[in-house]
């Protein structure tokens, strides 16, 4: 099957959606997509460490979602990864 790919916002490479964590904008809110049926904005994140810290470190959910990610949302990103 044909997986589409998407580009991680810290590495900036390009992989298949099922090895990127998808982030979206809800109520203000970035949160993590987990059924992968938001149609609002997203972003994709590496399922690894070093882009999850350089994620918060940009700020690039600012930048590309307008909204602050919580300390919930990067310790359930770290999760996602384990
Ligand atoms: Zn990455």
Do not use: H, W
């Not at 810290?10 to 109520?27: G, H, T």
């Not at 059924?35 to 590496?46: D, F, G, L, P």
């Amino acid at each position: 099957m044909f997986i589409p790919e998407r580009m991680c916002v810290s590495c900036r490479q390009r992989k298949p959606k099922n090895q990127l964590i998808r982030i979206v904008k809800n109520n203000d809110i970035a949160k993590i997509d987990q059924n992968k049926k938001e149609t609002s904005r997203a972003i994709y994140v590496c399922k690894d460490i070093q882009c999850i810290e350089k994620l918060k470190r940009n700020k690039a959910l600012n930048k590309f979602l307008g909204c602050d990610g919580s300390e919930d949302l990067y310790n359930s990103l770290k999760k996602e990864i384990k």
